[in-house]
């Protein structure tokens, strides 16, 4: 009896012995990975892009007779920068615009076209993440084509004292690649024309809705 327990006193000894080596051996799992920071989209930076759209408006004449509405495609190109300050984005765009805005002809053969325009704009808005609403506003340029072929009177003049005014939506679906949809008005103002049948007033005001796609640097 006095030998059994001996042994068994033994053995437990062992046990320990081993158990406390094994302790103190190395850990097998691997290094603990460092968390990764994915960091915060940002809206700073410059941005280059194409656009396409519709438009549609008035032509504004003293003329006796109507000429009609103008309406047609418009497609082009902007470019700007923007800056955010916490949640607020401010910044400042350019674009020219080809067009096709046009009245066709009255019943006197007579037509008024803007073939191109163009703004330089500021912009404010509120970012939502990669969601960003903002409104704009500022000058417009751009041409009023009119021709009366009765009377063999054909003008195109380049309107330097308008404004445009809007706001849109965009969004960013890479931290490059921006998409959005934006409303315009344009007017471009006034001229003078001189015709043989006097002096009158010609010019174009028209919306324009247009989506764009941005590339952010």
Known sequence: MKKYLLTSVAALG????????????PS????????????????????????????????????????????GFIGGGQVGYN?????????????????????????????????????????????FDRFLVYATGGWAYGNVKTSIPLIGFSSDRTHTGGFAVGGGIEYAFTDNLIGGVEYLYVDLGEKNVTTIVGTGKVGTDF?????????KF
């Open 83 to 127: 800056y955010q300050i916490g949640q607020f984005v401010l910044g400042a765009e350019a674009d020219f615009q080809g067009a096709d805005l046009d009245t066709g002809t009255n019943i006197l053969g007579a037509s008024v076209k803007t073939e191109y325009f163009g703004t330089v704009r500021a912009r404010a808005g509120v970012a």
């Open 28 to 71: 097998r799992k691997g290094p603990v990975a460092a968390p990764v920071y994915v960091p915060a989209f940002t809206w700073t930076g410059f941005y280059v892009g194409a656009n396409a759209g519709y438009g549609w408006g008035n032509v504004n004449t003293n003329a006796a007779v109507s000429i009609g509405d103008l309406d």
């Open 14 to 25: 062992l046990i320990a012995a081993g158990a406390a080596s094994a302790a103190d051996l």
């Open 207 to 215: 919306s324009v809705v247009r989506a764009r796609l941005s590339y």
